[in-house]
């Protein structure tokens, strides 16, 4: 009895270390790939954005809509779906948030209501994509949000070329994060976030 308590010990330790090695080699490898995730985000917008057939902005901060209009104004896309709109909030509230008389909001803007998270935002963008025949669209939202919504809206369009176009808020810190634990929450979060979106394919139901 005593030999072979001894030796289920010594398998219950290897087991052990076994176990605790790859939570170790796990464990790595998210925080290397945490830093590469930082380390690849955008700093600044494209100085020469290409034109596309459509722009499609993801709400999260009247930022996004801003530099999105401003694109279209510029010519870089037919028409602008803003998606992921609070039901409560109508195209005349989105129109004050853009900066002059915009001439073109009436004719050229869609406000999508549907979406709850990025998943509901691809699926929004891909089936007003659709019913215009797009073949390229302009994807803008916040630089760190671009990897995941790049991701769920290529999936959802696989036909479609997208150019990411990314929006910067005062409030991030992307040089020096690790100095901001509000920008650091939000890093590691997204990080996740896009892990998961990687390895479920879109399934999982996390907010944007």
Known sequence: MA??????????????RVAVGLAALIAAAYVGGFFLFTAELDRTPPTD???ADGIVALTGGPDRITA??????????????????HPDVDARSLKGIVPGEASKFDCCVDVGHRAENTIGNA???AEWVRQ?????????????HLPRATLELGRAMPD????????FQDTLHLDGWWA?????????????????????????????
């Open 3 to 16: 030999a072979g308590g001894t030796r289920g010990q010594r398998t219950g330790w290897r087991l052990l």
């Open 132 to 144: 215009r025949d797009y073949r390229s669209i302009i994807l803008v939202t916040s630089t760190y």
């Open 68 to 85: 999105a209009y401003r694109l279209l104004e510029e010519g870089k896309g037919a028409r602008l779906l803003i998606t992921g709109v």
């Open 160 to 167: 479609v070329e997208i150019r990411p176009y990314p929006v």
């Open 49 to 51: 954005m290409q034109a």
């Open 180 to 208: 901001y634990p509000g920008t650091t929450r939000l890093l590691i979060s997204e990080y996740t976030k896009y892990l998961l979106t990687l390895s479920f394919g879109g399934q999982s139901s996390m907010s944007s």
């Open 123 to 125: 699926d929004e963008a």
